[in-house]
C-alpha cells in the first residue's frame, strides 16, 4: 500500500483552466502539507494542515485553494492556471506537529501548463 | 527566520569512496530538527536521516552519517561506500519554528546538491 498518494501523477492543461490535485495518506499522520518545485528544483511550502485546520499559508496566491475534509486527505485546488504554475507539487504528510517529525512525501504530481 | 544553505550545487564521487555533502543552517530557535532527504532521478522524495539540536551524538542511518557541528551550524550528510544508485540530487532540511518560541513548525528545504557516482 502506498503511504502518501498523490493523483494524477502528471497534468497537462491550458491557461486559464481549473485543476485538482488529489492525496491521501494511510500513515494515520495528523499534519498533511503541499509542498511546490520549481524547475531549479527549489522546494518551498505552500500550505499545511494539522487535523484538518490550516496552520501554514505561505505566500501563495488566492487561485490555489487547499480543502482537507479529513486528517487523511489534503487536495489542492487551482483557478485560472498561469504558465508560471508549471512545476511538481508534492503532498507530504507528519506523524506529529513537532520539530522532530519528518515527512513522508508522495511521488509528485508534474503539472504543465500550457 | 531559518534559512539552510547548501553551496555545492554538484559533486563527484568515485564508487566505493566516501563524499560529504555540506549544509550550514541558521535559526535563532534552540529546538529544532535536522533532516536529509534524497531525490533520485525518479523524482520522489526518501527520508535519509534526522539529527535534532538536541542529540548529543551523531545520527547514523546504514551507510549514512550525520556530521552534526551545533556551534558552526552544521549538519553534513557523509556517504560511506558509494554506490552508482546513489547518484542523486540530496537535500538538506531543517524543522524549526515558524516564530520565537511558537509550537508550529515547518520544514525548510536548500536548494540541493546533486550528486553524481562515477563507475
Known amino acids: 500500500d502506498t503511504a502518501v498518494s498523490q493523483t494524477p501523477k502528471y497534468l497537462v492543461t491550458q491557461m486559464g483552466n481549473d485543476k485538482s490535485i488529489k492525496c491521501e495518506q494511510n500513515?494515520?499522520?495528523?499534519?498533511m502539507y503541499w509542498y511546490k518545485q520549481d524547475s531549479k528544483k527549489f522546494l518551498k511550502i505552500m500550505f499545511s494542515?494539522?487535523?484538518?485546520?490550516?496552520?501554514i499559508n505561505e505566500t501563495v496566491p488566492n487561485r490555489f485553494s487547499p480543502k482537507s475534509p479529513d486528517k487523511a486527505h489534503l487536495n489542492l485546488h487551482i483557478n485560472s492556471l498561469e504558465l508560471g504554475d508549471s512545476a511538481v507539487y508534492f503532498c507530504?504528510?507528519?506523524?506529529?506537529?513537532?520539530?522532530?517529525?519528518?515527512?513522508?512525501f508522495g511521488s509528485g504530481t508534474r503539472l504543465t501548463v500550457v | 527566520a531559518q534559512k539552510i544553505t547548501q553551496t555545492q550545487p554538484g559533486m563527484f564521487v568515485q564508487e566505493k569512496e566516501a563524499v560529504t555533502l555540506d549544509c550550514t543552517y541558521d535559526?535563532?530557535?534552540?529546538?529544532?530538527?535536522l533532516f536529509w532527504y534524497k531525490q533520485p532521478s525518479s523524482g520522489e522524495m526518501i527520508f535519509l536521516i534526522y539529527?535534532?539540536?538536541?542529540?548529543?551524538q551523531n545520527a547514523t542511518e546504514g551507510r549514512y552519517s550525520l556530521n552534526f557541528q551545533k556551534a558552526r551550524k552544521s549538519a553534513n550528510l557523509v556517504i560511506s561506500a558509494s554506490q552508482l544508485g546513489d547518484s542523486a540530487m540530496y537535500f538538506c532540511?531543517?524543522?524549526?519554528?515558524?516564530?520565537?518560541?511558537?509550537?508550529?513548525?515547518?520544514?525548510?528545504f536548500g536548494k540541493g546538491t546533486l550528486l553524481t557516482v562515477n563507475p
Open positions: 500513515l494515520g499522520h495528523d499534519t
Open positions: 494542515y494539522n487535523n484538518k485546520e490550516l496552520i
Open positions: 535559526t535563532s530557535d534552540p529546538s529544532y530538527g
Open positions: 539529527q535534532g539540536s538536541y542529540d548529543q
Open positions: 532540511a531543517m524543522r524549526g519554528a515558524l516564530s520565537s518560541g511558537g509550537s508550529n513548525y515547518k520544514l525548510t
Open positions: 507530504a504528510s507528519s506523524r506529529g506537529w513537532g520539530r522532530n517529525y519528518g515527512y513522508t
